[in-house]
């Protein structure tokens, strides 16, 4: 079998900062596959490339639809005739117009759902500090009117192109198979109205680590992922200082960062981006690892990552994170600090 994969790199795109999970899972996919004896040809377009004004008012037209992205994508199909084309991010410079090419070859589409993309312009039912559902229906000009992504000319292309996308049906009526990470991503798709017959659970996995998994209990509490309000890290600086005598680290970049490096107590370390080796050492040496989230986690890739190291995990009972972690035997769950509106 023959499979092509289509994937959009975000910005940040390395490893726990921005779309660094969903980055590794592609490579993840990739290498699996052919390991397995299926060809596989990954086509990435990475949105670093967009650096000017003009670059992002490209990106703006191309994230709605890509005529030149829809002919390289015709063409690949062409000359390499894949058995399925498999999709995962395409914003902003692959767009829905490559499921066209796809339908027009008569090419079935499998389309991996890492995040809530398609129920949401910015990806998390996040903002304001609460968990948010106000567009999941299509209603995508709230994300313009809230200033949802932070700039007005940044709200207003997400809106503009989810709006379009569920208005054109470019993703419910094009995509043969989706593939939700978890049951809860499911839900919410099915709550925003796509069809529940093309929707499955494929989770996440990770590698095993290289080394047997110490049975020792480590000496610092460990916090991996990006540096986002979403992400609950404030929760965890309240646990710190009441407990001095206990070292907290914490891996991962992102526009919190500083403010709460800043905020936080001399039993706190926070070591910025690292590695892959880096952050297997983080595990390897932690006592346990704790995931805050105020967000619905999609999946929640960190707490598989520490139970491969052999490490409980304390987590928000938040998104999808029950459904990895049962409380009492392989972690513990606490409610997170956030409401729905």
């Known amino acids: ?31 699996v596959l052919k390991l397995r004896g299926y060809s596989v040809k990954t086509c990435i377009r990475d949105s670093n ?64 759902v890492h995040n809530y993309r398609l129920t949401c312009p910015i990806s998390v039912h996040f903002r304001n500090g609460q ?17 949802c992504a932070g700039d007005p000319f940044t709200s207003a292309g997400y809106a503009f192109r989810n709006t ?5 049906g ?5 995509v043969n198979l989706f593939l939700a990470v978890s049951g809860f991503v499911r839900n919410k798709m099915i709550e925003g109205g796509y069809d529940p017959q093309k929707i499955d659970v494929l989770e996440n996995g990770v590698p095993l680590p290289q080394y047997t998994s110490s049975n ?41 960062r500083a403010r709460w490096e800043a905020a936080s107590t001399a039993n706190c370390s926070f070591l910025g981006r690292q590695d892959s080796a880096g952050v297997e050492e983080i595990y390897r040496t932690a006592r346990l690892v704790v995931v805050p989230s105020l967000w619905w986690e999609p999946f929640g890739l960190v707490v ?21 972690v049962t409380h009492g035997t392989d972690g513990l769950l606490f409610p997170p600090e956030t409401t729905t509106r």
């Not at 994937?7 to 590794?24: A, F, I, L, M, P």
């Not at 379009?164 to 054109?168: D, F, S, W």
């Not at 987590?315 to 999808?320: C, L």
């Open 170 to 174: 470019q993703f419910s009526d094009h």
């Open 304 to 324: 598989v990552e520490a139970m491969s190291h052999g490490r409980a995990v304390v987590a928000a009972q938040s998104g999808a994170i029950p459904e990895l």
């Open 216 to 256: 020792l209990i480590g000496g610092h509490v460990a916090y991996v992922g990006r540096m986002r309000e979403e992400k609950g890290v404030e929760t965890l600086l309240k646990v710190a200082r009441r407990l001095p005598a206990c070292k907290f680290m914490f891996v991962g970049d992102g526009p919190e």
């Open 1 to 31: 079998m023959r499979i092509l994969q289509l994937y959009n790199d975000y910005r940040s795109g390395k490893y726990q900062s921005g779309g660094g999970g969903e980055t590794r899972m592609v490579e993840l996919i990739d290498r």
């Open 49 to 112: 490339r967009i650096g000017s004004r003009t670059d992002k008012i490209r990106a703006f037209a191309t994230g709605v639809y890509s005529p030149s992205a829809k002919r390289e994508v015709a063409g690949i199909i062409r000359e390499w005739t894949p058995d399925v084309v498999h999709v995962h991010n395409l914003y902003p410079l692959f767009s829905p117009s490559v499921l066209e090419a796809s339908q027009e070859a008569h090419v079935p589409v499998v389309m991996s």
């Open 164 to 168: 379009v996308a569920r208005m054109r």
């Open 131 to 147: 968990n948010c559902q106000l567009c999941i229906h299509g209603n995508a000009y709230h994300c313009l009117v809230g200033n």
